[in-house]
């Protein structure tokens, strides 16, 4: 599995609509998100802003130390906020194409499975693969 490239192309990222591969650690890489309940609450929080249609997240992981997220924005909005919002060490890659897409997604999902979390991709429960089979398995069932 290749690591897809980091940072943006400053010139790309004034476009109206955008798509980015991000990714943003833990304060010195600590294992802050490993639990169940901090977990949980980010991707509650990533509920609610995907719930006012800001941004899209198409897929994401959140492992114990660090969380990718293969998300669209619209640049519909402007906020005028001129400070920093991530640490240093955030990092982004605008996806232009279908095939830059798909390899970031398949770079999501395998994370868990290359730090040995899990076997398969769809078993590790803090990711939007997990999520999407559960969401079709209910669907199957009901």
Same mark, same amino acid.
């Given at each position: 599995?290749?690591?897809?490239?980091?940072?943006?192309?400053?010139?790309?990222?004034? $476009?109206?609509?955008?798509? =980015? =591969?991000?990714?943003? @650690?833990?304060?010195? /890489?600590? #294992? +802050?998100?490993?639990?169940?309940?901090?977990?949980?609450?980010?991707? !509650?929080?990533?509920?609610?802003?995907?719930?006012? *249609?800001?941004?899209?997240? &198409?897929?994401?992981?959140?492992?114990? !130390? &660090?969380? &990718? =997220?293969?998300?669209?924005?619209?640049?519909? @909005?402007?906020?005028?906020?001129?400070? !920093?919002?991530?640490?240093?060490? %955030?990092?982004?890659?605008?996806?232009?194409?279908?095939? $830059?897409?798909?390899? &970031?997604?398949?770079?999501?999902?395998?994370?868990?499975?290359? *730090?040995?979390?899990?076997?398969?991709?769809? !078993? %590790?429960?803090?990711?939007?693969?997990? +999520?999407?089979?559960? @969401?079709? #398995? *209910? #669907? @199957?069932? /009901?």
């Amino acid at each position: 599995m290749a690591k897809p490239a980091r940072n943006s192309i400053p010139s790309a990222i004034l $476009s109206n609509s955008r798509t =980015f =591969f991000v990714t943003s @650690k833990t304060v010195s /890489g600590r #294992a +802050l998100l490993q639990t169940q309940r901090n977990a949980m609450l980010l991707i !509650d929080v990533m509920r609610s802003y995907t719930a006012t *249609a800001e941004f899209k997240i &198409h897929d994401f992981v959140i492992m114990p !130390d &660090h969380v &990718h =997220f293969l998300i669209t924005v619209s640049g519909v @909005k402007e906020y005028g906020y001129a400070r !920093d919002i991530w640490q240093r060490g %955030f990092s982004e890659v605008r996806v232009d194409d279908r095939k $830059s897409f798909l390899a &970031h997604r398949v770079y999501i999902e395998q994370n868990p499975v290359k *730090a040995g979390f899990v076997e398969r991709a769809e !078993d %590790f429960p803090y990711s939007s693969i997990f +999520l999407r089979r559960q @969401k079709a #398995a *209910a #669907a @199957k069932a /009901g």
